[in-house]
């Protein structure tokens, strides 16, 4: 079976996370964060990984693709699912070359969820984010500046370069969480995608 797969890309805060769940709920979709599989690599005392990805997250950095092509394809094949939505990836070019050549053989990407939201927005989520105590080391306007920048310079082409192929779907995200879901299902529907 041929895994499928959806990438779920936008700014930080733009709400990918709380979307992610509720398309997991929804249609079973197995949810793969890059971020969380890097964080639960950093904070395994056994990674041989785990210094390395500490330094870049810290450092407002990617991690190298290859580190991540290798934790997202050993979650796939953990799972014994065929259907996932990774969120979060790929963010740059080098992202995007590493998962060619490592991964997109191996499944079939069905498009990209893209989130489009103002920066305004997503800043003002991060920083509440951080205040009621996200744990994030990273939900702090020092870190979201680089994030941003990063995000426009190196995320945001890989967003056009598929929009290109006609593989994008966009949702409007500075709405409410209840009307950016009920336009990813309107999505979902249209790609013949069922609930569970």
């Known amino acids: 079976m041929v895994p499928k797969v959806i990438f779920v890309l936008g700014g930080p805060g733009a709400g990918k996370g709380t979307q992610c769940q509720n398309i997991v709920k929804k249609y079973g979709f197995i949810h793969l964060s890059a971020g969380d599989l890097l964080r639960e690599e950093r904070r395994n005392p056994n990674s041989e990984y785990g210094e390395l990805i500490e330094n870049y997250i810290r450092e407002g950095l990617i991690v190298p693709v290859d580190i991540t092509c290798s934790l997202l394809e ?113 999505i979902f529907k249209a790609h013949n995608l069922q609930s569970q």
């Not at 259907?83 to 991964?103: A, L, T």
């Not at 069905?110 to 800043?123: A, H, K, Q, R, S």
Request: with cysteine.
């Open 74 to 186: 050993r979650a796939m094949s953990l799972s014994g699912k065929d259907s996932f939505i990774i969120d979060g990836f790929p963010r740059n070019q080098d992202n995007f070359d590493g998962w060619k050549r490592r991964m997109a053989h191996k499944v079939n990407l069905l498009f990209v969820l893209f989130f489009d939201c103002p920066l305004e927005i997503c800043t003002e989520r991060c920083l509440r984010r951080g205040a009621e105590g996200s744990g994030r080391a990273d939900d702090n306007i020092e870190s979201l500046q680089k994030r941003f920048n990063i995000y426009l310079q190196e995320t945001k082409p890989i967003i056009d370069y598929y929009n290109t192929l006609n593989l994008v779907e966009r949702i409007d995200a500075s709405n409410g969480p209840n009307e950016v879901f009920e336009e990813i299902q309107n």
